[in-house]
């Protein structure tokens, strides 16, 4: 392999010493950069008035980021715009919220353009590329027409909808080709492969030319199988790769965490009550409306346990320029308030509500403090929070996870999450009754069996699944 070439929308900068932030992705692929030496290019968050000039380079060791401003008209229609309220969405089985416009769309494929152009000049031969997420979907494509002959890998991060949402978007033909010119497209789930591949089909665009039972593309794949695709005249591979935490590290920081004075004030403030915790970014593909419809159920529902649990939502504010987050991040505010005005007493608030980023070590302190986890997305390509939440588990003493059966985590960690429907608010508010009520002794066996799972297939075993599956032979593609 030659050098590694990362590509996303935002690039994750190194702290003064040359660390990378904290974050299981940022560590990993900072870790691929470093073995093989490399790019990471990406748009620096800085927006312009005119054209960009010339991207800046930051050399930190073997790895060069390359950071390029984008114009502030290209962050509203790139970013805000088609990304965010036109991809997200869809993507997420949202079609009630997308919002198509042709000149979003021209600015998301003029960035695409810019970053192939940037990326250019500096390629090698021998350079394996690798593109990240939704906002890049056409990067390949437009390299390919620039006569980059490299291998080329794409890893979507959110969930691949199927063929019926996919086809409402005015182009998804579009999206669907410019898909076809990478060599390895990653998915977080075996459903998100199936997804796409009847999208393929349903199309009349190509379909499986062979599955790859324990083959190269099939390593970490919860299924244990890949395919090989043949669309759009191109031949290329599919799979599953669910992405990991550093799970290892992340149970060592919450054990570390939780002797901390304001991990203890915390839990000192419950006075004995069990905590339920749920941490999301804002969005309305977390299921948080639906979550504290279902918590404030479950108090309804069991009188008993009014007074003896509080449930600790934090959801800081995400995407803040477009509408819909902040009329959601009003409507959430309101909803927690009349559910502790409803419940609430003079010596307990029902629901202790956060609406600003805490410090990962925080969170993993809070982890490990909490009674249940109660991770509940609509839909979702992974979530890591689920993950992070079973690492932090004191062994001895474990919480319970709480899951949504629309998580891509799911399909990892069955037999250990109590799984639940968030559109079912009578049986999310059971779960939580379930969870709350479970022995010692089925905590751990349930802890036990997911714990295994994140130690076994963590993010740096999921990093370097991806290169190599990205770097078979070509000639596999028979």
Not at 80 to 97: E, Q
Not at 201 to 219: F, K, L, P, T
Not at 252 to 278: F, H, N, Y
Not at 356 to 361: F, G, K, M, P
């Amino acid at each position: 392999m030659g050098r590694l070439i990362v590509v996303s929308n935002r690039v994750p900068l190194p702290d003064r010493n040359g660390n990378p932030p904290a974050g299981g992705l940022a560590v990993a692929v900072h870790a691929a950069l470093q073995e093989n030496g490399g790019i990471w290019l990406g748009w620096s968050g800085e927006t312009v008035e005119t054209e960009p000039g010339p991207p800046t380079i930051r050399q930190e060791g073997p790895i060069s980021y390359v950071l390029t401003d984008l114009t502030k008209t290209d962050v509203d229609e790139y970013y805000n715009g088609f990304a965010n309220r036109v991809l997200w969405p869809i993507f997420h089985m949202r079609l009630d919220l997308a919002e198509y416009a042709r000149r979003e769309m021209a600015s998301y494929f003029r960035v695409n353009r810019l970053f192939a152009d940037r990326l250019v000049p500096l390629l090698k031969p021998d350079d394996v590329i690798w593109v990240h997420d939704y906002h890049l979907i056409p990067l390949a494509d437009e390299l390919r027409k620039r006569g980059v002959q490299n291998r080329i890998g794409f890893f979507l991060h959110i969930p691949w909808p199927p063929a019926d949402i996919l086809f409402a978007m005015p182009i998804y033909d579009t999206i669907l080709r410019s898909l076809a010119a990478y060599n390895l497209l990653g998915f977080q789930t075996d459903y998100d492969v199936e997804n796409f591949i009847g999208c393929l089909q349903r199309e009349g665009a190509g379909d499986v030319v062979r599955n790859a039972q324990g083959g190269s593309i099939s390593v970490g794949n919860t299924t244990g199988a890949g395919s090989y695709i043949r669309a759009y005249d191109q031949e290329f591979a599919a799979a599953a790769f669910p992405i990991g935490i550093e799970t290892a590290e992340f149970a060592r920081l919450s054990a570390r965490v939780s002797t901390r004075a304001s991990i203890q004030d915390m839990r000192r403030s419950l006075e004995g009550r069990a905590l339920i915790i749920g941490v999301d970014r804002l969005d309305y593909s977390k299921g948080i409306a639906q979550r504290i419809d279902a918590y404030e159920r479950f108090l309804e529902n069991n009188p008993d346990d009014r007074g003896k649990v509080t449930m600790l939502q934090v959801a800081p504010m995400s995407r803040s320029d477009v509408p819909e987050y902040k009329a959601m991040q009003d409507a959430i505010a309101t909803q927690c308030g009349q559910v502790n005005g409803r419940h609430g007493t003079i010596d307990w608030v029902p629901i202790r509500y956060v609406n600003r980023s805490l410090r990962r070590a925080v969170l993993a302190g809070l982890y490990r403090e909490a009674d249940v986890g109660l991770v509940t997305p609509l839909r979702d390509g992974m979530n890591l929070v689920a993950k992070e939440f079973v690492a932090a588990q004191d062994p001895e003493d474990p919480g319970v996870l709480v899951l949504s059966r629309f998580a891509g985590a799911a399909r990892e960690l069955a037999g250990g999450a109590i799984f639940c429907n968030p559109y079912d608010t009578e049986q999310t508010a059971a779960a939580i009754g379930q969870a709350l009520s479970m022995s010692l002794v089925e905590r751990k066996v349930r802890w036990e069996r997911m714990m295994t799972r994140l130690l076994e297939y963590d993010v740096t075993h999921w990093c370097r699944d991806y290169l190599q599956a990205l770097n078979a032979p070509a000639s596999n593609l028979s």
